[in-house]
């Protein structure tokens, strides 16, 4: 390790490296460091029984492709592929679509019986969304003004986004807006060759720049000096920098890393009224090697839930999940590999005031009703599956250290603490999912862009 930083980059989700990525690529020395053994944070992959599973490789907007070709090279955006058939299935309607905006316009007058005037007006209304606009708006509201008493198309609108950053339908209608219009930009995109791939290459590209990782490496506190950040404590040591970025959680950061005792009281007023985002189960399965299955689509939103609401969403015996099925092409290097992986969205506290054998027991039940879901698409699917595996929020919390095992990170009010920290305490900044806008996969590498610009500007200025 170099004897001084300019800076220290604490965690290495999608946030965190692309980060680091944008400021070596600036000529500052960086170091990454990381407390689990392997990069990627939540964008993460567990290898079981000769199996890959993906975590958090469900999908992800069209924009990953300009953002990843900007900020991370051709390799990476020419491996993003569309998902083309999204399955909805549930008491109220069952269709598959490609998830894109022609086609919502088309399902939402044929299958709903909508007019079109009032789906363009719609579309327009949340494609004018921005992150400066009204945040008094709920997203009840927006759909209510458009499709009064419809429970079904909010379902259809609402369930996908609900899996994909937390949302509900008391939160600022914005943070639904912007995430929708950038789903219906073009639909639903994925990355081949896995999470395992696309983190290789970024940690390929990383070094190359000279940025010095290191993984298994917990950081303890940031050292601040007259409330100015310093550098790091890890196992013991002092690590000096110039600017410190946490890619932790914004209220780990705070509480963990920081402590309130340095903050001002506005500051900490502000921050206590911070909600994390819920958190997520999922199951994972494996289909024995020779086996295989047809194709039921690549993502299914399933539910036998009769109406949508996000408390039955997050439900400790939720009836709602979404499987993700990935085919060998997924991954066309490697030996045929069928797994399918269902997630729940979930509350931490349901799973953290269980006793061992309650936890083991809600466990086990979870995977049967998974599985017997699964039947439903796949009859016949249970002889083919050799390797069963899952995980709960407290999963989740073990393998990142998030509040409450958080999915996405906080609701809307997280992202003025995560871009206040450093008016704060100069020279400490966050980066990482807050505000639902800058979670999920291009909300984290996006946010990893616009901190290093505020770093950039803070290295060059001191
Ligand atoms: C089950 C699930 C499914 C998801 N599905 C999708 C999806 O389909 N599409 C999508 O776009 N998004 C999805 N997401 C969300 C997406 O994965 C995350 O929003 C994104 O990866 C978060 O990136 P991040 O930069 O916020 O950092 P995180 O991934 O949260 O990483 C933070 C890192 O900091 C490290 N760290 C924490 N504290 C310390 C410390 N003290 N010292 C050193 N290191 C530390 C952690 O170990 C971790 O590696 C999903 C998430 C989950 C959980």
Redesign the pocket.
């Known amino acids: 390790m170099k004897p001084t930083y300019d800076a220290i980059v604490?965690?290495?989700?999608?946030?965190?490296l692309t980060c680091a990525k944008r400021l070596a690529d600036a000529d500052h020395r960086v170091l990454l460091?990381?407390?689990?053994f392997q990069l990627?944070?939540?964008?993460t992959w567990f290898k079981r029984g000769g199996h890959i599973f993906d975590?958090?490789?469900?999908?992800?907007p069209y924009g990953m492709v300009k953002t990843c070709k900007k900020y991370w090279g051709k390799t990476i955006q020419s491996a993003i592929v569309q998902l083309k058939n999204i399955v909805f299935d549930n008491p109220q309607f069952s269709l598959t679509t490609s998830f894109s905006k022609d086609d919502f316009i088309r399902l939402l007058q044929e299958r709903f019986g909508v007019a079109e005037a009032v789906v363009r007006e719609f579309f327009i209304t949340i494609e004018g969304m921005n992150f400066y606009d009204d945040q008094k708006l709920r997203t009840f509201e927006l759909f209510e003004r458009f499709f009064p008493g419809r429970g079904d198309i909010h379902r259809l609108l609402l369930e996908p986004i609900s899996y994909?950053n937390g949302s509900t339908l008391d939160e600022p209608a914005i943070t639904y807006g912007i995430v929708f219009s950038n789903f219906m930009n073009r639909g639903v995109f994925t990355f081949e060759g896995g999470t395992d791939r696309l983190i290789g290459l970024m940690e390929h590209e990383l070094k190359n720049l000279g940025v010095d990782i290191r993984t298994s490496?917990?950081?303890e506190r940031v050292v601040l000096n007259k409330g100015r950040a310093t550098g790091v404590m890890v196992d013991g040591k002092y690590i000096p920098a110039r600017a410190v970025i946490s890619?932790?959680?914004i209220t780990?950061t705070v509480d963990?890393?920081v402590g309130r005792e340095v903050l001002s009281e506005n500051f900490c007023e502000r921050f206590a009224q911070v909600r994390v985002n819920n958190s997520?189960c999922?199951v994972y399965f494996g289909i024995r090697k020779g086996e295989s299955i047809p194709d039921i689509g690549d993502l299914l939103f399933t539910s036998r839930e009769e109406q949508f609401t996000s408390e039955a969403l997050r439900d400790l015996r939720t009836k709602s999940r979404t499987f993700s099925v990935y085919y060998p092409k997924t991954r066309p290097d490697a030996p045929p590999d069928y797994t399918i992986v269902a997630?729940m969205n979930a509350n931490f506290d349901d799973w953290a005031r269980l006793n061992a054998h309650e936890y083991a027991q809600e466990k086990e039940a979870m995977v049967e009703r998974c599985l017997a879901d699964l039947e439903r698409y796949l009859p016949g699917v249970h002889s083919k599956i050799d390797v069963i595996e899952s995980a709960t929020p407290l999963t989740?919390q073990r393998?990142?250290?998030?509040s409450k095992g958080t999915?996405?990170?906080t609701k809307f009010e997280g992202l003025d603490i995560s871009r206040s920290l450093h008016k704060e305490l100069p020279g400490l900044f966050h980066?990482?999912?807050v505000g639902i806008i800058m979670?999920?996969?291009?909300?984290?590498i996006n946010y990893?862009v616009i901190v290093a610009n505020d770093v950039d500007s803070w290295l060059r200025d001191t």
């Open positions: 604490i965690g290495s989700g999608l946030g965190g460091l990381e407390q689990h990627g944070g939540l964008a975590v958090s490789l469900h999908g992800f994909a490496a917990r950081v890619n932790a959680g780990n963990d890393l997520s999922q997630s989740f393998y990142t250290l998030h999915s996405f990170g980066v990482g999912s979670s999920g996969w291009l909300g984290a990893g």
